[in-house]
């Protein structure tokens, strides 16, 4: 026997079924670019944003733009590792300058319900109906500082209206002074659908229920999935392809739901959840992550989670005896910021935003996530503002067309005091042709630095981009408003 | 591969992960296959083969051109990886019986099932540590002697030693086989 022989037997034994598995293949590329973007944003919340404090900060783009962040969001059924239905890894593709056209129609809410907060109408009702109705949108902190401005509210219900102290608030800006360097800086476009082709059209030609034939329907194509668990506390998923997101909701019918048997109002406020039934907010966010964990969406991609309690600054300050009165609500929800190259993600009245996790308070359960959207982005650089003193007289009438202070005439008057700002991203929408694109301006977050009574904002959001600011009016003044009824 | 590797290392060591897929794509299914060939366990290969690669992209930054090639590096984590993996299996074991988990049923499935392979097979449990490591890095993971010798951290001379032993002492076992 030959040396050639022998190694040739010895190659044979070599195992012939080490075939790599496609799926695992695919599932590791997520989880390496997931620890990519992971360390990435270690790495960039290190060397965040390079304000020079001499005399003036130095607001330094090169520092954020280096790192290319690879996330990824996918959404796989338990236990089937390999079903990946969401492959949204984070995508930033770069095009030209000023590539989403005029940006002077921007508006601070979606005009097709993705995302952004209900009406007021609907944040008053009861929080299971107001969260099913929230289906794409974000439990919403919007609103005014004081309750004076309706259209505040999302899935979490909010007993704001319950006490009602009108407070005249005086923005401020303690911080130290600052400058703009970057000429221009991208704004982010998020791109509709999954990124990846789903092909449903033998569904809808196959489909035929007697004399109606949706096949007929020339050119249709399916935006939707919906599929239900028919089990007790089971969930509703759906994939809305066009827009590339997935909520997950209770399956309303084998959920109990402890108001069904009422019949008076006596019934109702028996059963309301009171405040020793509240889960922790450390409770709420480890439910929230083994809810992720256990359904295989990774939240790599995501900042730190936190639990949206804006509700309680009322509640802390409402008297004993108006406690009991005071309506808890029955869901809380863990906020995921989302991240865009590293930048964290604000709504026009300084929250962070992003993916949302509710918490059933009743049964400790996960009842629904939403904002679970695929990232993919174009980035445009437009022109930055570099007068400051705009930005700051921005930021001292409360932000970009958040609030506007009304002046009331013989109430009490705080300061809210405004300290350095970081940078961040502000959502916003733009809606052309009847199609509603969700962009991601570049903004300026000034946290508020002390507590004043009833607000419960934390920061107070500019945007950066001249042309934003060009559009927006000029509120003028204060406008002060007289006590008493109009005539 | 090579000629841009090292471009592509130093990219993503300084924060440019961009052509990490390249990198990623080049050597999973060569390591995948390195730790199936000695775990022959298709969930314990593909949990060991993320390790290495969760450990390859988490200390990347440690990683030092001058002192090996990547292939090395990274092969040697793998090969760190197996043999944790054999030790948290059953404390005592070691890579040689890692190499022979499996039994010879899950082995014939796949080659020819003739006497003088499984000869062969008895026979490679016989040899060093060393020498069994060098015949199977050369024959089944197609590694050069340079390679090989970087992964164990061995001379080049070593591992050509070691395989002119290792393929000598698997003939003479043979042969005393054969005239029996």
């Known amino acids: ?487 | 591969m090579e000629s841009n590797e090292s471009e592509i290392i130093a990219q993503c060591v300084a924060g440019n992960w961009q052509n990490f897929d390249s990198i990623y794509d080049h050597y999973l299914p060569k390591i995948y296959q390195f730790v199936y060939y000695r775990t022959r366990h298709k969930q314990t290969a593909e949990d060991i083969t993320a390790q290495v690669f969760l450990k390859a992209v988490q200390h990347l930054s440690s990683y030092k051109s001058g002192e090996a090639p990547f292939s090395a590096w990274l092969y040697r984590i793998a090969r760190n990886a197996v043999i944790d993996n054999s030790r948290s299996i059953k404390p005592t074991q070691d890579l040689e019986t890692a190499y022979n988990l499996a039994g010879p049923d899950n082995v014939m499935r796949a080659v020819d099932a003739t006497v003088t392979l499984e000869t062969v097979k008895i026979k490679m449990a016989d040899l060093s540590d060393l020498q069994r490591e060098v015949l199977t890095m050369r024959v089944w993971d197609e590694l050069s002697h340079q390679e090989i010798s970087e992964i164990l951290e061995i001379s080049e001379g070593s591992s050509k030693v070691a395989m002119s032993r290792a393929i000598a002492n698997l003939k003479q076992s043979m042969e005393i086989y054969e005239k029996r």
Request: charged share 20%.
């Open chain 1, 1 to 487: 026997m030959t040396d050639a022989e022998l190694e040739a037997l010895v190659a044979k034994l070599s195992p012939k079924e080490a075939r790599l598995d496609q799926n695992f293949k695919q599932d590791l590329n997520y989880r390496l670019h997931s620890e990519i973007s992971r360390l990435g944003g270690e790495k960039q919340n290190k060397s965040t944003i390079n304000f020079n404090f001499m005399n003036k900060f130095k607001y330094v783009l090169s520092a954020i733009g280096a790192v290319a962040i690879v996330a990824l969001i996918f959404v796989a059924l338990p236990k089937n590792k390999g079903t990946v239905l969401l492959p949204g890894k984070q995508q930033v593709t770069k095009i030209n300058d000023k590539a989403f056209g005029s940006l002077a129609t921007l508006t601070v809410a979606s005009g097709k319900g993705s995302g952004g907060g209900m009406d007021g109408a609907n944040a008053f009702t009861t929080a299971p109906q107001a969260t099913a109705n929230s289906k794409m949108a974000a439990p919403s902190t919007m609103g005014a500082p004081s309750s004076t401005v309706g259209g505040m509210g999302g899935g979490t219900a909010n007993s704001d209206m319950l006490i009602y102290r009108p407070v005249n608030y005086n923005f401020v800006y303690k911080g130290k002074d600052f400058t703009i360097d970057p000429d221009k800086m991208p704004v982010y476009e998020r791109q509709k659908g999954f990124g990846v082709a789903v092909n449903l059209d033998t569904v809808l030609k196959n489909f035929n229920v007697g004399s109606f034939n949706i096949g007929k329907f020339n050119s249709a194509r399916l935006d939707n999935l919906t599929a239900t668990q028919d089990q007790d506390k089971g969930y509703t998923l759906n994939m809305d392809f066009r827009e590339g997101n997935v909520y997950i909701g209770q399956n309303w019918e084998r959920w109990p739901n402890i108001y069904a048997s009422c019949a008076d109002q006596a019934c109702y406020e028996q059963n309301r959840i009171t405040e020793s039934q509240l889960p922790s907010n450390d409770e709420a966010i480890n439910l929230a992550n083994q809810f992720l964990t256990d359904y295989g969406i990774d939240k790599n991609g995501f900042g730190a989670p936190f639990v949206q309690d804006n509700w309680k600054v009322n509640y802390m300050m409402s008297p004993m005896s108006m406690k009991s009165a005071y309506y808890i609500p029955e869901m809380l929800s863990v906020i995921y910021p989302t991240k865009i190259e590293g930048h964290e993600i604000y709504d026009q009245s300084g929250n962070k935003t992003g993916m949302y996790v509710s918490i059933d308070v009743r049964s400790k359960r996960v009842s629904s996530i939403g904002e679970l959207n695929s990232q993919r982005y174009q980035a445009s650089d437009y022109a930055t503002e570099k007068d400051v003193k705009r930005i700051l007289a921005l930021a001292e009438k409360g932000g970009y067309q958040n609030y506007y202070p009304m002046m009331e005439i013989g109430i009490k008057t705080e300061e809210v005091q405004l300290g350095d700002p970081v940078s961040g991203y502000v959502r916003l929408w733009q809606n052309v042709n009847n199609q509603s694109k969700e962009l991601f301006v570049p903004s300026l977050i000034f946290p508020i630095t002390n507590a004043p009574t009833n607000i419960y904002m934390k920061n107070v959001v500019v945007p950066i981009v001249k042309e934003v600011l060009d559009a927006q009016n000029d509120p003028g003044p204060p406008i002060r408003i007289m006590k008493g009824r109009a005539k």
